[in-house]
T-cell receptor, first 113, second 116 residues
Framework: EDKVVQSPLSLVVHEGDTVTLNCSYE??????LLWYKQEKKAPTFLFML????IEKKSGRLSSILDKKELFSILNITATQTGDSAIYLC?????????????FGKGITLSVRP | NAGVTQTPKFRVLKTGQSMTLLCAQD?????MYWYRQDPGMGLRLIHY???????AKGEVPDGYNVSRLKKQNFLLGLESAAPSQTSVYFC???????????????FGPGTRLTVT
């Protein structure tokens, strides 16, 4: 059974802090790992990672994948109150053209002014 | 483009009633998915479809049925609703991935269903 574990489950920081969110996985037929941000409604896509050691960056957010140790981290620097959200990690398992995601339970981040 | 839309946004059912949730996407995506999201449980896959006319079971398929008669629509049915099906339901779609390429999933706004 595919498994995705995120940690911590929740954290509270102050504006300007740097946070690191963790995601570890056990998946058969791994193809990619994705990070999503969920505010009030639908999850919105942040990053897709397929190769180890290559950092993906978007503004203050960055993420990296370690396929040997089976984990990924999402870093947010200089946090702002708008970063408050649930951050979801998902791992894609694929056999041929058949592809599906397994999600972790999410990390609730609260950024205080 | 409207992206992924879901109908209805909210619904309250009594135990034993049936209903259908509609998901529509205008991005010509091959793959479509239905998830449910419960507090502390993350997103769990109910059923998915890799193309028109095909469906497959996900992690939590019991009590649900799906149909994909048209490429742009994916319907989720509850034949006899139970309180355990109270949840927020999300539909998602993605491009055809082939054997080596991955694409992200795009999510609809969700349907909040309460079964009393």
């Amino acid at each position: 059974e595919d498994k995705v574990v995120q940690s911590p489950l929740s954290l509270v920081v102050h504006e300007g802090d740097t946070v690191t969110l963790n995601c570890s996985y056990e998946v058969t037929n791994f193809r990619s790992l994705l990070w999503y941000k969920q505010e009030k409604k639908a999850p919105t896509f942040l990053f897709m990672l397929t190769s180890s050691g290559i950092e993906k960056k978007s503004g203050r957010l960055s993420s990296i994948l370690d396929k040997k140790e089976l984990f990924s981290i999402l870093n947010i620097t200089a946090t702002q109150t708008g970063d408050s959200a649930i951050y979801l990690c998902a791992v894609e398992a694929a056999t041929g053209a058949n592809s599906k995601l397994t999600f972790g339970k999410g990390i609730t981040l609260s950024v205080r002014p | 483009n409207a992206g992924v839309t879901q109908t209805p946004k909210f619904r309250v059912l009594k135990t034993g009633q049936s209903m259908t949730l509609l998901c529509a996407q205008d991005m010509n995506h091959e793959y479509m998915y239905w998830y449910r999201q419960d507090p502390g449980m993350g997103l769990r896959l109910i059923h998915y479809s890799v193309g028109e006319g095909t469906t497959a079971k996900g992690e939590v398929p019991d009590g649900y049925n799906v149909s994909r008669l048209k490429k742009q629509n994916f319907l989720l049915g509850l034949e006899s609703a139970a309180p355990s099906q109270t949840s927020v339901y999300f539909c998602a779609s993605s491009q055809f991935s082939g054997r080596t390429i991955s694409y992200e999933q795009y999510f609809g706004p969700g349907t909040r269903l309460t079964v009393t």
